[in-house]
């Protein structure tokens, strides 16, 4: 039905988000030259793009504007916002997210060591990608390992049927 309803143009598939194509985020003109001169700067800063802070100097525009901007484009999910003022272009997420894959693949869990190992991040910044992974549904921390997919949902099974409760963060 949605493909039927998306090749009639009915509805818009944007990032990974259905909408009528009247609907969605749109940028002021202002808003949209902001958007272009700070997209290239995340996705040059690829797995350690700059923080909001920064882009002032490189823009040389208000840190509001840029932060406001950022997080409208965010709620479209032409970025993410990982912590606070901090931006993922989405090819980086959905690199770090593959290399995330792999790692659950060879290993059978990801920890945040292997995960810092396997981006080159320093160990605070792999985590903040694993928790905003976490928070996005697309790995579930059990303890000290994360999991992806039906291996995550095996374990959280299995937790849950252990003490009657969901181990949480700690």
């Known amino acids: 039905v949605l493909h039927h309803l998306q090749t009639q143009g009915r509805m818009l598939a944007r990032h990974g988000f259905l909408c009528l194509p009247a609907h969605g985020e749109r940028l002021r003109q202002a808003d949209q030259m902001v958007a272009q001169r700070v997209l290239p700067l995340l996705l040059d800063g690829r797995f350690d793009p700059p923080w909001v802070r920064d882009m002032v100097g490189a823009t040389r525009m208000p840190e509001a504007q840029i932060r406001s901007v950022l997080l409208r484009l965010a709620r479209t999910a032409e970025v993410y916002q990982v912590v606070k003022d901090l931006f993922y272009h989405p090819a980086a997420v959905h690199e770090l997210a593959q290399r995330a894959r792999q790692l659950q693949a060879s290993e059978g869990a990801i920890t945040a060591a292997r995960f810092r190992d396997a981006t080159g991040l320093g160990r605070k910044r792999a985590i903040q990608i694993l928790e905003f ?15 992806t997919g039906s291996v995550c949902l095996l374990v959280c099974l299995w937790w849950l049927g252990r003490d009657g409760k969901m181990l949480g963060y700690g």
């Open 133 to 147: 992974f976490d928070r996005a549904g697309w790995l579930r921390r059990v303890g000290w390992i994360t999991l």
